[in-house]
């Protein structure tokens, strides 16, 4: 799978967009671009993911470039619940392959 | 929606006894579920690989001897730490995968005393 690249952290204000940015300069054609979070001490929770097309959930909007090198996850409307870690994962859909974690990014929401 | 349930959520236990970590996969099968361990400050760290009715894959420097992993039904993998020594206290975090998508149990935080 190829290797991603996340600042280590970023802080948001509390009700503004928060644009998190993940380089994948290596990623191949059948990859997808996935993004989890960590709130302290709990398991990952999935947030979304694509292909080559923009996303979006009720979650968050994922937006990748024409060359699908980058991508960027936006928070539309930031909340202090949102502070954790985020991870983007390039990762084939064939089968059940593994899921592996960098080091993401550790954003902070303030109030 | 995916919903995978891991138990306990938290253990204390003494140095040299095992401990058994539970991850169920509540409303869909899992052929295939993947055990992470987690420092502190520390990103996820994938241990192993664990496959219904076979033998788990372990990653590398992951000893297959004190990580026992079984998985013996399409909706229970467990994890037994055993011989357990403080360097292993940790947090350990359980997925399920499901047609592509990935979902994690709440994690166990075990302590070695």
């Known amino acids: 799978d190829a290797k991603t690249t996340q600042p280590p952290s970023m802080d948001c204000a509390e009700g503004r967009a928060a644009n998190l940015p993940c380089n994948h300069s290596?990623?191949?054609?059948?990859?997808?671009v996935y993004w989890y979070r960590q709130i302290h001490s709990q398991g990952p929770q999935y947030i979304i993911h694509?292909?080559?097309n923009n996303e979006t959930n009720e979650m968050a909007s994922l937006i990748i470039t024409e060359d699908r090198k980058s991508s960027t996850l936006i928070l539309p409307h930031a909340t202090l619940r949102d502070t954790a870690v985020y991870y983007c994962i390039a990762l084939g859909i064939q089968g059940a392959q593994k899921l592996v974690f960098g080091q993401g990014t550790r954003l902070t929401i303030n109030p | 929606g995916a919903v995978v349930s891991q138990h306990p959520s938290r253990v204390i236990c003494k140095s040299g006894t095992s401990v058994k970590i539970e991850c169920r996969s509540l409303?869909?099968?899992?052929?295939?579920m993947f055990w992470y361990r987690q420092f502190p400050k520390q990103s996820l760290m994938l241990m192993a690989t664990?496959?219904?009715?076979?033998?788990?894959?372990?990653e590398q420097g992951v000893e297959k001897d004190k990580f026992l992993i079984n998985h013996a039904s399409l909706t229970l993998s467990t994890l037994t730490v055993t011989s357990a020594h403080p360097e292993d206290s940790s947090f350990y975090i359980c997925s399920a995968n499901r047609g592509g998508g990935y979902t994690f149990g709440s994690g166990t935080r075990l302590t070695v005393v």
């Open positions: 290596t990623i191949s054609g059948n990859e997808y």
């Open positions: 409303d869909f099968q899992a052929t295939t």
């Open positions: 664990s496959n219904e009715g076979s033998k788990a894959t372990y």
């Open positions: 694509g292909l080559k």
